[in-house]
């Protein structure tokens, strides 16, 4: 026991400040989208950076990302127990060699490319094709930033991955600024930022493997491609991509789809997914990676009852959350875009696209954090088969109802079905888990579906007062110039009405969660002076790794 307690208590305080970087890198995500919103609001323009930033984009997070955690850091972690330097060494090499080659390739195809792949999308096609070529070696620069992180991550360093993005939404940010008087337009110095960051990212990470003793260079392709580890690799990344492609793609067909219902809606799709993601990212995120480890526990001891009740603790945490943040944020959408982001090139009706999008979005709030929970009791278990059938399954959903809802309700349809398509693969999970009876299974699902219905009834109250104080609120304050008056102002008054009577009526029912949850952040704010930062358990804080 005594060699195990100060690992698990390194593992918690790592954890505590992995969470907290990730949470500075969701707010500068933010941050990033606002200024791109006074770059170039939703106009052509900007719907002309959506299209060649996501092409690369798609391509990072289908190789690199999926990569890193599925294939290449088991196998390096295997190297790092059974094998001498020198092997060590030569399949970092080889490594390193075999995805310069394949990213170098997939770069100067994208670039060659370009003209031929835009023209799946309605934009600008010249202009769409010069940004898409400019952005693509963002590919091969976050690919081997990806590499680095592995590596770290494999030796259980994980802080500067953690702060990686952090220095790709400031120079996102900031270089746009400096370089805009040099560019023919806005959206080109937007560009340059994004490949300033994919450059500091790589950077960023590079010393601290050298410092770790880590040493790889260039080797022939055949000696490469025959070294049995990135063999390994490879073929554990091939499945993988199958399933990670059915995500993936809903992007790319419904940003080809929003690209033909009208100017801006793909660009005001994008940041109002920005803002469920920053949702998603403080609390989903963080309760699934908790959960994932204690799931894998329970299930090597086949402790299911344990197993159904810790997920359905779990479920009913995010509902708490989601549900009235979702209720909330479709009464107060409007005044919640126009503070972020109504400025320059952000105008009025940018506003009013991306509400309407934000609304529909909100919808789906509690399907989409629940399916980021409901996957970590297969992947507990060892099955991977039935999530990814069902991701499948939410795919062919979500693209059949953007095409339909995209032709009734505009950029809304598309958001709105990826809130049903997201419902869709929360059913389907569910019945998967009813399916494999396990202990207590059924009481905790039945449970949780109690209890959404029971907030969503609690949201739905607090909502009545305050919509009705919207219409003075709005009248007292929106004709002012300043956005930070109409749109603040009755934001906050909303926000205190809403928190008011939510929390009220908790109390009232004596809801069981939310004091369980105010417990257990009391008795760690209590101990946090005697036992410092790493104190706690995943129970007790409900803390852990976000989704950077």
Not at 7 to 28: H, Q
Not at 363 to 391: E, H, K, M, S, V
Request: charged residues 15%.
């Amino acid at each position: 026991m005594s060699d195990e307690a100060p690992d698990a208590g390194r593992m918690v305080r790592e954890s505590g400040r992995l969470s907290l970087l990730t949470m500075v890198s969701r707010v500068l995500g933010l941050v990033r989208e606002m200024t791109r919103a006074a770059f170039m609001g939703t106009a052509g323009l900007a719907d002309s950076f959506t299209i060649g930033f996501m092409i690369p984009n798609f391509l990072r997070r289908l190789f690199a990302e999926g990569s890193v955690a599925v294939a290449f850091i088991p196998t390096f972690k295997g190297y790092l127990h059974d094998a001498d330097i020198g092997e060590r060494e030569e399949f970092l090499s080889a490594m390193f060699s075999a995805l310069t080659l394949l990213v170098g390739l997939a770069t100067a195809l994208g670039i060659a490319a370009a003209p031929l792949v835009v023209g799946l999308f309605d934009a600008e096609p010249v202009e769409t094709a010069i940004l898409t070529r400019l952005m693509f070696p963002y590919l091969a620069l976050v690919s081997f930033a990806a590499f680095l992180q592995g590596i770290l991550n494999s030796v259980g360093v994980f802080g500067p991955a953690a702060f990686a993005p952090i220095l790709f939404n400031i120079c996102f940010i900031t270089v746009p600024w400096a370089v805009s008087r040099f560019t023919a337009n806005p959206a080109r110095a937007m560009a340059v930022g994004v490949l300033a960051g994919g450059l500091a990212q790589a950077l960023w990470q590079l010393p601290y493997v050298l410092r770790k003793g880590f040493r790889f260079g260039f080797v022939g392709p055949r000696r490469a491609f025959r070294n049995p580890g990135v063999r390994r690799v490879l073929a554990l990344i091939a499945p993988t991509i199958v399933g990670m492609a059915a995500y993936q793609l809903n992007d790319l067909v419904c940003t080809a789809v929003a690209s033909r219902t009208g100017v801006g809606v793909a660009t005001a799709l994008t940041f109002s997914l920005r803002l469920q993601e920053l949702i998603l990212g403080i609390f989903a995120v963080s309760v699934g990676t908790v959960l994932l480890p204690e799931l894998a526990g329970l299930a090597a001891g086949r402790d299911w009852k344990s197993f159904s009740e810790s997920l359905g603790r779990a479920l009913d945490a995010i509902a708490l959350v989601t549900v009235p943040v979702a209720v909330f944020s479709m009464i107060a959408g409007r005044d919640i875009v126009s503070l972020l982001f109504e400025a320059r090139e952000f105008d009025a009706s940018s506003v009013d696209l991306t509400t309407g999008a934000f609304f529909w979005h909100m919808t789906g709030l509690f399907f989409i954090a629940a399916n980021r929970l409901l996957a970590p009791a297969f992947y507990a278990r060892g099955d991977t088969r039935n999530p990814t059938w069902a991701g499948v399954a939410s795919f062919g959903t979500n693209i059949a109802l953007a095409i339909v809802l995209a032709a009734l309700m505009g950029g809304g349809g598309i958001a709105f079905a990826l809130s049903l398509a997201s419902a869709v693969n929360t059913v389907i999970l569910v019945a998967m888990l009813l399916r494999a009876r396990l202990e207590g299974m059924e009481a905790a699902l039945r449970g949780t579906l109690a209890y959404v219905a029971k907030l969503a009834l609690l949201s739905g109250l607090a909502a009545v007062p305050t919509v009705l104080v919207a219409g003075p609120l709005e009248r007292a304050f929106g004709a002012s110039s300043s956005r930070f008056v109409s749109a603040g102002l009755p934001l906050l008054a909303k926000t205190l009405v809403f928190g008011a009577v939510g929390i009220g009526t908790l109390v009232l029912t004596k809801d069981r969660v939310a004091l369980f949850l105010f417990s257990a952040v009391a008795r760690r704010g209590r101990r946090a002076p005697a036992a410092g930062a790493g104190a706690g358990s995943a129970k007790d804080g409900n803390s852990g790794v976000g989704g950077a």
